[in-house]
């Protein structure tokens, strides 16, 4: 998982708060993109970016914001927290948004929601 | 909408017993066909990719197969060290409801090798 850092690790919110996850990756990967894992499921994506100024929604987007001012980082707002957010994150990235190329991911942020 | 199916949804076996995981899929195209290795408290760790029916790829003790439904993790002789949850993902054509270039994953098997 090298090149892909997510910070914090670990976060306990409160209902209706808002947060930040960070992402930041140095392999210079024009793609980049948020997931959600949640037991019995898979991952999920909740936003992708394929540049910089440029992001879009995935699967499951409601309650989450990204920005992506800069190639490296990607971060995920969470506007107002909801029990429903408590999940794990992972941010990921490939070199470019063709088909094939090979999405590497961050360690994961834990995300819990009370 | 593109669908990820695998099975078993755990699987324990004894240190040099060999099994296959499967990987059924649907999806209107495939671009790629994607194994992931993901460790207790880790992220997923990348194996291979699949492009087209037929491939075949190998890393030591796997080796991954693809056809036009599903794909199969074949893991020969394992070691306790081959522990761990897989994950396969599919990446569709176009925008297929998952964002360009996103992944559609399965839920993943768990996979146990007794010493």
């Known amino acids: 998982n090298a090149g892909v850092t997510q910070t914090p690790k670990f976060q306990v919110l409160k209902t209706g708060q808002s947060m930040t996850l960070q992402c930041a990756q140095d392999m210079n990967h024009e793609y980049m993109s948020w997931y959600r894992q949640d037991p019995g499921m898979g991952l999920r994506l909740i936003h992708y970016?394929?540049?910089?100024?440029?992001?879009d929604q995935g699967e499951v987007p409601n309650g989450y914001n990204v920005s992506r001012s800069t190639t490296e980082d990607f971060p995920l707002r969470l506007l107002s927290a909801a029990p429903s957010q408590t999940s794990v994150y992972f941010c990921?990235?490939?070199?470019?948004?063709?088909?094939?190329?090979?999405?590497?991911f961050g360690e994961g942020s834990w995300l819990t929601v009370v | 909408e593109d669908q990820v199916t695998q099975s078993p949804e755990a699987l324990r076996l004894q240190e040099g017993e060999s099994s296959s995981l499967n990987c059924s899929y649907t999806v209107s195209g495939l671009r790629g066909l994607f194994w992931y290795r993901q460790d207790p408290g880790k992220g997923p760790e990348f194996l291979f990719t699949?492009?087209?029916a037929g491939e075949e790829k190998e890393k030591e003790r796997l080796k991954a197969t693809l056809t036009k439904k599903e794909s199969f993790l074949h893991i020969t002789a394992p070691k306790p060290e081959d522990s761990a949850t897989y994950l396969c993902a599919v990446q569709a054509e176009g925008d297929s409801g998952g964002g360009a270039d996103g992944l559609t994953f399965g839920k993943g098997t768990h996979l146990i090798i007794q010493p």
């Open positions: 970016s394929v540049g910089a100024g440029i992001t």
């Open positions: 990921a990235s490939s070199f470019t948004a063709r088909s094939g190329n090979t999405i590497y």
């Open positions: 699949l492009y087209s």
